[in-house]
């Protein structure tokens, strides 16, 4: 949610949809290729230093928060009602967006696990 200091979100006409596609998509690619290097070192937390884990958690603990941003940006091209195309982008985006929070919500406990196996 926003911080009461934060400016107002800048709200974007659906001819963005396009390009928030692109930005939600590649998140999701992102944090699966940081989860999945972290589970190979899973075995081997010793491999990661302080710092290593300190920047995933940063991360993927600031892109966690600012998935509502998302939502609502979603949220608010449901009306007026988009074509049916846009309607089913919306739809897939709101699974990816469903897929990234549980990646980075798990991204962050393993990080947390490595960090207190150390």
Do not use: K
């Not at 049916?84 to 699974?95: D, G, K, M, Y």
């Amino acid at each position: 949610m926003p911080t009461p200091d934060a400016p107002p979100p800048n709200w974007q006409p659906i001819g963005f949809l396009p390009n928030l596609a692109w930005m939600i998509d590649g998140m999701l690619e992102s944090a699966q290729e940081v989860y999945g290097s972290l589970q190979q070192a899973r075995s081997r937390p010793y491999v990661l230093d302080d710092a290593t884990i300190s920047r995933v958690r940063e991360a993927h603990g600031a892109q966690l928060g600012d998935l509502w941003l998302y939502e609502e940006q979603l949220s608010r091209w449901q009306t007026p009602a988009p074509s049916e195309a846009e309607q089913q982008e919306i739809t897939r985006l709101h699974q990816q967006l469903a897929e990234l929070r549980r990646v980075l919500t798990s991204t962050l406990a393993l990080a947390d696990e490595m960090r207190d196996a150390r």
